[in-house]
C-alpha cells in the first residue's frame, strides 16, 4: 500500500468546480484486485493510498468473492469514500473468464451500495482516453501519467499495475465529474436496474 499527502494536481480550465469529496476506484480482478483513493477538492486531487486485494491463495471462486466483498467493505469503512469509480469489465472470448470477473465486479459493487456509496462505471478505453488521451495505452504508460499528474514518489508506486489502474478509474471519475454532464450515480439495485434500461 502507498500514501501520499501533498500531491497536488490541476485539471483542465473551464471545468466545474466541487468541494471535497474522496473518491475510491477499483480495477476489478479474479486474481488481483487493484485499487486506489483520491481526495479531492475543486480542481485539485491527492493520491491519499493505493494497493491490491490478493485473491490468489483462495481458491474456491466464491471464497474469493467473500474476500472481496470482505476487504472492499473494509476500505470503504476506513476511508469513507463519497464515491467509487469502477472500471467495466472487457468483452473477451473466453466466456469463462467475463463470467468470474463480472462476479468479481458485482460484489465490489455490491459492498459500495450496502454502505450507500454512489457508483460509477468507467469502460476501460475511458479511463485511459481521460488519463493518456490514447484508448489504446498500455498499463504502463497509465501508470506513468498518473505518477507525473499526482506526483507520486517513486517510492510510493506498487509493483502491481492493477493498483495504478484502480487509481486510474478514481482519477477518471475525478476528471469526468468536473464536466458539466457527468453520469448519474447509483445508490440502488433499482437505480442500477433503471440506468442500464432493465427497469
Not at 87 to 100: C, D, I, Y
Not at 108 to 137: C, W
Request: aromatic content about 6%.
Amino acid at each position: 500500500m502507498a500514501n501520499s499527502g501533498s500531491n497536488n494536481n490541476d485539471v483542465r480550465p473551464g471545468t466545474t468546480v466541487r468541494g471535497e469529496r474522496i473518491i475510491m476506484g477499483i480495477d476489478p480482478g479474479t486474481n488481483i484486485m487493484g485499487y486506489g483513493i483520491l481526495r479531492t477538492e475543486g480542481r485539485k486531487a491527492e493520491m491519499l493510498t493505493m494497493g491490491v486485494i490478493d485473491l490468489r491463495k483462495a481458491g474456491d471462486q466464491y471464497l474469493k468473492l467473500g474476500h472481496i466483498f470482505t476487504r472492499v467493505s473494509g476500505i470503504i469503512d476506513s476511508y469513507l469514500p463519497d464515491e467509487l469509480a469502477i472500471e467495466a469489465p472487457f468483452f473477451g472470448k473466453n466466456v469463462q473468464s467475463m463470467l468470474k470477473l463480472g462476479r468479481a465486479q458485482g460484489v465490489a459493487i455490491a459492498a459500495a451500495i450496502q454502505r450507500q456509496v454512489p457508483i460509477h462505471e468507467y469502460a476501460p478505453m475511458q479511463i485511459k482516453m481521460a488519463l493518456t488521451g490514447n484508448g489504446s495505452a498500455s498499463k504502463e504508460q497509465v501508470a506513468y501519467m498518473l505518477r507525473q499528474m499526482l506526483h507520486i514518489p517513486e517510492g510510493d508506486m506498487l509493483p502491481w499495475l492493477d493498483a495504478t489502474d484502480g487509481l486510474a478509474a478514481a482519477y477518471c471519475h475525478f476528471i469526468e465529474s468536473q464536466r458539466p454532464q457527468s453520469q448519474a450515480h447509483i445508490r440502488s439495485w433499482k437505480d442500477f436496474a433503471q440506468q442500464k434500461g432493465l427497469i
